[in-house]
């Protein structure tokens, strides 16, 4: 749900907005905030620090819009502002844009347009905010961002995010392009490069599809994270996406003759979340460990191409969901007892 503070001092502005919106409100989809004026727009972002875009009149008592401009800037730089405004001059406009006003809308309102503006802004809140969560997730630090960005990377709660350590409960799915390595020895570095990147291409795209993340790139693998609801069920549905484009690739037209297939390895569990590294060389990569991790990894080094392995324990869970067929016991590195496997076939 978006939340959108209205600063203004036109008491009927807030009926308006009530009817013109009421059905997104009874929807969920919108929600907002009213104040008077500038000073009462800021105490409001202090008592919902989740706001999303602010909207405001230029003339106001106490505390003026092109002023909750310049403040907004300073401390909530992630919130985008629109400014409704009777006062359409270039001069104003331009006033506004370079204290950091994201779009400009004249009274009387069209709300039509209003409706279009907010979609547009929210739509901005939404990318800015997925670019400091990539940042955050997969350590993506040579990338272009704008201004908004990286005022807040060097804020203290950037840092303070960074520096947050927690235990989570999420699903791991190792996912290898089998025989990449012969390939890799036999053709031009260029086009190993090329024909690897574009097999990631697909595998990234069905990750971000089910709402998961790329934690890291391991050579020819890729480890990707699954939190929140149902993190299992989509980590499987990714996998299974995954492997039916890779199987659909043509061989390469290469002296190598390569058909691409993968082995997936997921565990679901506990593990800890945090930037693990070294201090020292200033390289500490925002990663998840722990022996849900290891067991995910050690799960997919047992897949044979093609398959999707995961233990008695995640089919238990997703049995009533998904056809997996039993495989048997198997030896994993590191652990004493054999391992009931499960093969994920659709």
Same mark, same amino acid.
């Given at each position: 749900?978006?939340?959108?503070?209205?600063?203004?001092?036109?008491?009927?502005?807030?009926?308006?907005?009530?009817?013109?919106?009421?059905?997104?409100?009874?929807?969920?989809?919108?929600?907002?905030?009213?104040?008077?004026?500038?000073?009462?727009?800021?105490?409001?972002? %202090?008592?919902?620090?989740?706001?999303?875009?602010?909207?405001?009149?230029?003339?106001?008592?106490?505390?003026?819009?092109?002023?909750?401009?310049? *403040?907004?800037?300073?401390?909530?730089?992630?919130?985008?502002?629109?400014?409704?405004?009777? !006062?359409?001059?270039?001069?104003?406009? *331009?006033?506004?844009?370079?204290?950091?006003?994201?779009?400009?809308?004249?009274?009387?309102? #069209?709300?039509?347009?209003?409706?279009?503006?907010?979609?547009?802004?929210?739509?901005?809140?939404?990318?800015?905010?997925?670019?400091?969560?990539?940042?955050?997730?997969?350590?993506?630090?040579?990338?272009?961002?704008?201004?908004?960005?990286?005022?807040?990377?060097?804020?203290?709660? !950037?840092?303070?995010?960074?520096?947050?350590?927690?235990?989570?409960?999420?699903?791991?799915?190792?996912?290898?392009?089998?025989?990449?390595?012969?390939?890799?020895? *036999?053709?031009?570095?260029?086009?190993?490069? #090329?024909?690897?990147?574009?097999?990631?291409?697909?595998?990234?795209?069905?990750?971000?599809? %089910?709402?998961?993340?790329?934690?890291?790139?391991?050579?020819?693998?890729?480890?990707?994270?699954?939190?929140?609801?149902?993190?299992?069920?989509?980590?499987?549905?990714?996998?299974?996406?995954?492997?039916?484009? @890779?199987?659909?690739?043509?061989?390469?037209?290469?002296?190598?003759?390569?058909?691409?297939?993968?082995?997936?390895?997921? #565990?679901?569990?506990?593990?800890?979340?945090?930037? @693990?590294?070294?201090?020292?060389? *200033?390289?500490?990569? !925002?990663?998840?460990?722990?022996?849900?991790?290891?067991?995910?990894?050690?799960?997919?080094?047992?897949? #044979?191409?093609?398959?999707?392995?995961?233990?008695?324990?995640?089919?238990?869970?997703?049995?009533?969901?998904?056809?997996?067929?039993? @495989?048997?016991?198997?030896?994993?590195?590191?652990?004493?007892?054999?391992?009931?496997?499960?093969?994920?076939?659709?």
């Amino acid at each position: 749900m978006a939340k959108i503070l209205v600063a203004d001092d036109e008491a009927d502005l807030e009926v308006l907005i009530k009817q013109k919106f009421r059905q997104k409100i009874r929807e969920r989809e919108y929600e907002f905030v009213f104040a008077i004026n500038g000073k009462e727009a800021l105490d409001k972002l %202090q008592q919902h620090p989740d706001v999303d875009i602010v909207l405001s009149d230029i003339n106001m008592p106490e505390m003026d819009g092109l002023t909750l401009l310049s *403040r907004l800037q300073e401390g909530s730089p992630l919130v985008k502002a629109v400014i409704i405004s009777a !006062y359409g001059d270039m001069d104003n406009i *331009r006033t506004a844009m370079n204290r950091g006003a994201f779009d400009f809308i004249t009274k009387p309102i #069209n709300f039509d347009d209003l409706s279009l503006t907010m979609e547009k802004t929210l739509k901005q809140v939404l990318q800015t905010r997925q670019t400091l969560q990539a940042i955050k997730e997969n350590n993506i630090l040579k990338m272009y961002v704008d201004k908004t960005v990286l005022n807040f990377m060097g804020s203290r709660e !950037y840092e303070s995010s960074l520096l947050a350590n927690e235990t989570l409960e999420a699903t791991v799915a190792f996912i290898d392009i089998c025989g990449f390595t012969a390939i890799s020895e *036999r053709e031009k570095p260029d086009l190993v490069v #090329n024909l690897l990147n574009s097999y990631f291409e697909i595998i990234v795209k069905e990750i971000i599809d %089910q709402g998961g993340y790329v934690d890291k790139f391991i050579g020819d693998a890729i480890m990707a994270v699954f939190r929140g609801d149902y993190h299992l069920d989509r980590a499987l549905d990714a996998s299974l996406a995954i492997r039916k484009q @890779i199987l659909e690739l043509p061989v390469t037209e290469t002296q190598s003759a390569f058909k691409p297939q993968v082995s997936i390895g997921i #565990n679901r569990g506990e593990m800890i979340s945090g930037n @693990i590294g070294s201090a020292t060389l *200033r390289r500490l990569d !925002y990663t998840v460990i722990g022996d849900t991790v290891n067991t995910a990894q050690r799960l997919q080094a047992a897949a #044979n191409p093609g398959q999707i392995i995961i233990n008695e324990a995640a089919y238990q869970q997703v049995k009533d969901s998904f056809h997996c067929v039993r @495989i048997g016991e198997v030896l994993l590195k590191n652990k004493q007892a054999p391992v009931v496997v499960y093969n994920v076939i659709d």
